[in-house]
């Protein structure tokens, strides 16, 4: 069992679209949607829910009115005005710092377990699907980020599968870190832009880091061909393995409006082919390690 994470130093550079194409060309796989903050491959994919549970994640004060005797002790010392006149916590502002709690002379706060979203086990019409959703504003990313990594892991064991094929979210940060964690490959999307390539930049240097073995791809490459030519010398300079230009193409888009992966719209297509080669490049490398 191989996993594939596939990432972007950036968000909008068509890294879902990648992953939706790859779910549909791969035989033996689970997907797993790490992009828990703004996760959208389920809008490709249109999972049927099998098993929904509750992520939770520390904890904020509650004050039972029964036994408060509003002595204003907790207002007093919390920093984050979370507690309101009428001796009522506002879960949005609590940091769960539980100094209420401790403070409070006749037991009225408990500190229970925060919701903080929610992550799902479902089928698609390519196969199993572990995907999640943080509430808005909410932490811990990494955290539910491992959780849908770990349980994609699991299903594979058991359903002894090939490929765990991993959406991941852009970026540099904790939630990047937590997907590509125990990965085979870095699968990195980029675009031919002075940011695109600065970012791609930055996650190769965060997958060498973690020792994992990064692919690039450019997708819309032929809106600045000098900066795709660019990219793929800078790939060539620092061992990262070169797959393919995806040209632009509105096919693309009349594929997402139809809830299709652009392999399945336009399956002939010039960027249906590239992708196709991306895939059997992939393919190719992650039997190999």
């Not at 399956?267 to 196709?276: A, F, L, N, R, T």
């Amino acid at each position: 069992m191989k996993s594939i994470t596939v990432i972007s130093g950036k968000g909008g550079t068509g890294k879902t679209i990648l992953t939706a194409s790859l779910a549909a060309l791969a035989k033996s796989k689970i997907m797993a949607d790490c992009d828990v903050d703004a996760a959208d491959l389920h809008l490709i994919l249109k999972p049927e829910i099998k098993r929904k549970e509750v992520f939770e994640g520390g904890k904020a004060a509650e004050i039972d009115p029964e036994k408060c005797v509003k002595c204003g002790e907790c207002t007093a010392v919390c920093r984050y005005d979370a507690i309101s006149d009428d001796f009522v916590v506002d879960p949005i502002n609590c940091e769960g710092c539980a100094l209420c709690f401790n403070i409070c002379p006749v037991q009225a706060v408990e500190m229970k377990p925060s919701t903080l979203g929610r992550w799902y086990i479902s089928e698609t019409r390519h196969g199993p699907m572990v995907h999640a959703k943080l509430g808005i504003a909410e932490e811990n990313s990494g955290k539910l980020v491992a959780l849908v990594r770990q349980q994609a892991r699991l299903i594979a064991e058991r359903d002894d599968l090939d490929y765990i094929i991993v959406d991941g979210p852009p970026g540099i940060g904790c939630p990047v870190i937590s997907s590509i964690t125990g990965t085979d490959l870095a699968l990195i999307v980029t675009e031919p832009t002075i940011s695109g390539l600065h970012d791609l930049q930055r996650v190769v240097g965060l997958a060498s880091h973690f020792g994992i073995k990064s692919l690039v791809c450019v997708n819309k490459y032929d809106l600045n061909i000098q900066f795709t030519n660019q990219i793929e010398t800078y790939c060539k300079s620092v061992g990262a393995e070169f797959l393919g230009r995806i040209p632009f193409d509105t096919i693309v888009t009349e594929a997402m409006v139809n809830g299709k992966a652009v392999v399945e719209y336009s399956s002939d297509g010039q960027v249906s082919e590239e992708i196709k080669s991306i895939w059997n490049q992939v393919d190719s490398i992650a039997q190999r390690i």
